[in-house]
């Protein structure tokens, strides 16, 4: 029994170090790694879509849906980015520099998690005002994101 239990903490301590060096090896194939980044970012962009028309004035403010919307937002912001293996960006709109300029690319994607921060906190104010200003800056920070590291 306790042999058995030293070999599965063994495993378990192994795995755990390991995890920051290999997040890529999380994807068997590199275009489950595209489907992933891809999912995560898409339904971002949906639940952008949503606030967004909120923030236009086309659909009525209510906190708790916006509050909602923004939660998935969060979550999806913090998913993408282990999801670019090298070599992950054939046939998709992936630019090289997100592998030859790893630390701006790595700003980027801390910066708008930053913003998305900044939009959650604004969402729980209740204050239409505070979050339409908040998701203002997440908007310019998926954009320039988009300009550097995207092609059209
Ligand atoms: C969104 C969305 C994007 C960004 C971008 C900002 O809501 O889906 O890709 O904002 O349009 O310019």
């Known amino acids: ?34 489907k992933y980044r891809q999912s995560a970012l898409s ?55 997100i592998w030859s300029d790893q630390e701006k690319f790595q700003a980027a994607s801390e910066k708008m998690q930053a913003e998305v921060q900044k939009l959650s906190a604004a969402s729980r104010t209740g204050d239409l005002a505070q979050i339409r200003t908040a998701f203002g800056a997440v908007g310019q920070s998926c954009k320039a994101c988009h300009d550097n590291f995207r092609n059209r």
């Open 1 to 34: 029994m306790k042999r058995a239990f030293s070999g599965l903490a063994l495993v378990a301590l192994t795995a755990v170090a390991a995890l920051p060096l290999a997040a890529h090896a999380q994807f068997a194939k590199v275009e489950d790694a595209i």
């Open 43 to 97: 339904l971002m962009g949906a639940h952008m879509g949503r606030v967004g028309a909120v923030v236009k004035g086309q659909r009525p403010y209510d906190k708790a849906a916006v509050e909602a919307d923004v939660t998935i937002i969060e979550m999806m912001s913090r998913l993408p980015w282990s999801a670019f293996p090298p070599g992950s960006d054939a046939n998709t709109k992936a630019k090289p520099e």
